[in-house]
Nanobody, 123 residues
Framework: QVQLVESGGGLVQPGGSLRLSCVVSGLRFNLYTMAWFRQVPGKALEFLGYHDYRDRRVKVADSVRGRFTISRDNVKNTAFLEMNSLKTEDTAVYSC????????????????WGQGTQVTVSS
C-alpha cells in the first residue's frame, strides 16, 4: 500500500518560513519524481514544482521561484518543500505527489498523493 504523509504545516506570520515534509512508503522512492501542489478553496490546484528522479532536476513554478525550494532524501524516502518569505496569499492546503514519469508538471501525471497539510500565513 502506497502512502504519502505530509507534515510541517501550520500557522506562520508573513515573512516567516516553513518546511514541509512528505514521507513516502510502499513504492521505490528513488524511482519516482516528487512534486508539491497547493490548493485554495474555490481555486484550481496549483503546481509548485518537482524534484525529478531521473536527472535530479528541480523545477519550481514561476509564482514561487526564489522563495520555495524542493529537495529529497532518497535514504529517508522523504521529500521536502522549503518555503521562505511567506505571504498571506500562500495560505492553502499543500500536498505532495509521486509520479513514475520524468519532469511531469500536470497533476494528471501523478498517481499517488498525500492527504495534504494546511499552511496559514497570517499576522
Amino acid at each position: 500500500q502506497v502512502q504519502l504523509v505530509e507534515s510541517g504545516g501550520g500557522l506562520v506570520q508573513p515573512g516567516g518560513s516553513l518546511r514541509l515534509s512528505c514521507v513516502v512508503s510502499g513504492l521505490r522512492f528513488n524511482l519516482y519524481t516528487m512534486a508539491w501542489f497547493r490548493q485554495v478553496p474555490g481555486k484550481a490546484l496549483e503546481f509548485l514544482g518537482y524534484h525529478d528522479y531521473r536527472d535530479r532536476r528541480v523545477k519550481v513554478a514561476d509564482s514561487v521561484r526564489g522563495r520555495f525550494t524542493i529537495s529529497r532524501d532518497n535514504v529517508k524516502n522523504t521529500a521536502f518543500l522549503e518555503m521562505n518569505s511567506l505571504k498571506t496569499e500562500d495560505t492553502a492546503v499543500y500536498s505532495c505527489a509521486a509520479s513514475g514519469r520524468s519532469r511531469p508538471t500536470s497533476s494528471s501525471d501523478y498517481a499517488y498523493w498525500g492527504q495534504g497539510t494546511q499552511v496559514t500565513v497570517s499576522s
